[in-house]
């Protein structure tokens, strides 16, 4: 899998290209966790060159929500497709109700969302 990362108004955006199976999933994880532990940070995952997620990927994506939540900061999706978006929506979390827009859309409503406080 490949990894574009770039800064779009303070937000980073990481364009995934490939597979998210268990090598790319654990790479996503290792790139992404250093910020997602930073408060107030704000983390887009743009699907849009995703052509598969299996069981691992799942798994580390919502390990990312769960840091995103403990650490306070913003992690949303975008570009989502295929069946890979319909396992997530069956997983029902609100995260994903967002993740078919695009990705400048997913971009502009960050611009105006509350900070996340963290949990404990």
Request: glycine share 4%.
């Amino acid at each position: 899998m490949e990894i574009e990362q770039t800064l779009i108004d303070n937000i980073r955006v990481f364009k995934l290209e490939g597979n998210i199976d268990y090598q790319g999933a654990l790479e996503l994880f290792n790139l992404v966790t250093p910020f997602l532990t930073t408060k107030d940070a704000s983390l887009l995952l743009d699907f849009s060159g995703v052509s598969l997620i299996n069981s691992m990927g799942y798994v580390m994506i919502l390990r990312l929500l769960k840091t995103s939540r403990k650490c306070g900061s913003r992690l949303k999706f975008c570009n989502l497709q295929g069946l890979a978006k319909e396992s997530l929506e069956i997983m029902r979390f609100d995260e994903f109700k967002q993740a078919t827009s695009t990705q400048d859309q997913v971009i502009e409503s960050m611009k105006t969302l509350e900070p996340q406080k963290p949990t404990t």
